[in-house]
């Protein structure tokens, strides 16, 4: 009784906890957040919704079993009911305990397709991405853009030290170099490894995918917010599993052109270090939003 009555507490605290007042930041997880990170995506308005609609059901099920625990602890207890039944079946008390738990699964199945289908069935996409994960670190490549060289767009983004970490980068989470993608654009990761298993995930954006070497595994997302959103390595990939961070950089169609244009003309590393100076100035039209950090 007393675990049950623990797990409820734990429950009543979730489900109230996944309302906006604990919820994460926008891109990064914040002290005490107890829910999901803010959604910027359909794929991760759709994961939101749908955890909170699975905790409104459990806890209504572990109330309800509670309830009837209790009501069965005190009603047939030896005092109150010294002659027990001999009752052993009960035909309309049977078919309701198996029809009703098939309604909520089915009834869980129908919005557990639908998000399934959103985040699998890729729209066209504005722009496509090759992520490639490594022990420990990402690369990506732009296939579309070519740089001077004629060469595609490509780069290893690595983790910022604590020593290389500027005032707005979060612990762990910052990398050397960002993925830069357009605001309210279709992107289509194209995610693989090199050597093991790792898993290419920004939660803000609901996405989270296998890198499998000798495997292309591709998600999508469509940021509607622009900003700095933060991701992990979500695959147990060896020693340094947590310090392959993932750093998008996600703003305004007219930043990105310039940020292109720049990579063409001047370099990659010029054309991020004007993108970043002009988001943590906040003139920028993304400008970073205040980290607690
Ligand atoms: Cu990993």
Known sequence: MRVLLANLAVIFIAVTGAGAAIAG??????????GLQQAASPSAE???????????????ITLFVAALLAYVVWRFSEKKNPVPSKTTHNTMIEFVWTVV?????????????RLLYLQRDIPEAGLTIKATGNQWYWSYEYPEHKNADGEAISFDAVMKTDEERGENDPRLLAADTPVVVPVNTVVKVI?????????????????????????????????????????QCSEICGKDHSFMPIEVRVVSQADYNKWLDKTKTAGLEAANKNLIAKMNA???DSKVAKLNN
């Open 25 to 34: 930041g926008l891109g990064q997880p914040e002290p005490w957040q107890l």
């Open 46 to 60: 759709g994961i939101a919704s749908f955890h909170t609609l699975l905790l409104w059901i459990i806890t209504i």
């Open 101 to 113: 738990p098939i309604l909520i699964l089915v009834g869980i199945a129908i919005p557990s397709f």
């Open 191 to 231: 995610v693989t490894a090199s050597d093991v298993l790792h898993a290419w995930t920004v939660p803000s954006f609901g996405a989270k995918i296998d890198a499998v070497p000798g495997r292309l595994n591709e998600i999508w997302f469509k940021v509607e917010k622009a900003g700095v959103y933060y991701g």
């Open 282 to 284: 906040g003139n920028a």
